[in-house]
């Protein structure tokens, strides 16, 4: 029976690597989570949330799903969002989209994908969305585009959700951010979509 050996050999060393720099660490680790941020991202392999934003383990409350889509029927995502906000009481919450997006280009495509196309028509609403913004534009350029504008959908619906709304009803100190990152060059970019209060989202509706 194959145990994926080598993973837990790559385990160990990780582990060993940790602790002979910092002894403590582990200890420390397990008695307490207690991240400021939390992160909603894709599931892409390339784009691991700790890593690209250089923190450690504990640092950052993580959820991942295909194309960082956050959806109103989701239990799973509403969930991390009410634990985060409501238990561990982070003061961030980032939605982080990717260039490259497969999912992206997967909503972009005229063909059945099977199941996963149940989940890619949030996405395609987003492109009837914004038609006007994407028609006319090259596949790559149109691609990037709703990249982005996924982003700015889902800081939306993020800001939408009874749990943030509760939250800045009550008061708390709570931002939700839409960033975007490169796997070409590693860069994260700031889609100036920072909202800190209802009223501030009522007046980024009504800019745009």
């Not at 238990?87 to 999912?103: F, L, S, W």
């Not at 504008?149 to 939700?176: H, P």
């Not at 839409?178 to 909202?195: A, E, P, Q, T, V």
Request: with cysteine.
């Amino acid at each position: 029976m194959k145990t994926l050996k080598y993973l837990f050999d790559r385990n160990l060393a990780w582990a060993n690597a940790i602790k002979e720099e910092n002894p403590g660490f582990f200890e420390a680790l397990s008695k307490q989570q207690d991240p400021e941020y939390l992160w909603i991202g894709c599931s892409d392999s390339r784009v691991p949330a700790n890593q690209i934003v250089n923190l450690p383990p504990g640092e950052v409350f993580v959820h991942r799903n295909i194309a960082n889509v956050v959806v109103h029927t989701d239990l799973n995502c509403l969930s991390v969002i009410q634990f985060a906000v409501e238990v561990i009481k982070v003061k961030h919450i980032i939605v982080c989209g990717h260039y490259g997006c497969g999912g992206i280009k997967a909503a972009m495509e005229n063909h059945e994908h099977g199941l996963i196309d149940n989940w890619l028509r949030h996405i395609k609403d987003v492109v009837r969305f914004n038609a006007e913004k994407l028609e006319g534009l090259e596949f790559d350029d149109r691609h990037d585009l709703l990249c982005e504008l996924n982003v700015i959908e889902q800081v939306a619906n993020v800001c939408n959700t009874t749990t943030v709304q509760r939250a800045w009803k009550n008061g708390a100190e709570l931002s939700v951010h839409g960033w975007i990152y490169s796997i070409r060059n590693g860069i994260i970019k700031d889609l100036d979509m920072c909202i800190t209060s209802n009223e501030q989202l009522t007046k980024k509706k009504v800019q745009e």
